[in-house]
């Protein structure tokens, strides 16, 4: 059941898997994304999908990649909680831990940006609304359905495909133009 659960939700999504590795208890998807070439894995094992953190996903900004790590774990413990049985409330407070986290990532983010004078600050803003609003949909859904398979699967299914391509995409580049516009301290030029 899960797997088909999980198929008909990614083929909803329009994501091209493909199983990669098949083993006792579970099978490991592999999806490519075909803007940029990444790949991501997937695991479903023992009726549990998980999103893994891999170097692809870095930034190569400190505090970012770890509030992305941490993102993914979130994402993951909603699911974690479902499978376990942890129950509706333990749900409902993983979604909003993982909501809170987020708008803190987000501001961790758009202040780099203001500081730094991103170029790309409006559309990045942009996309992080989006996905609040989006988030805030998921929540208000839960709330009136009720935790089942198929909304944990397309919560996960959802959020954490958002996150790769909003990283790969977005942050990435972002966090490029950051680094590459911090001056330690001592290196400015005072025209002497």
Known sequence: ???QTVFSTLMLYYIKVKIYERGQGGIKLKKKDDRTGFIA???????????????TLETGHKKIDEQHRQLFNKLNDINAAFRNGKGAEEIFTTLAFLTEYTVMHFATEEELMEKNDYPDYAVHKKNHDDFKATAGELTQKLRKDGPSEDFIVDVTAVIGDWLISHIRIDDIKMASYVLSNDEPIGSQSFGF
């Open 1 to 3: 059941m899960i797997y």
């Open 41 to 55: 894995y997937i695991i479903i094992k023992e009726n549990k999908m998980a999103y893994l953190w891999n170097s």
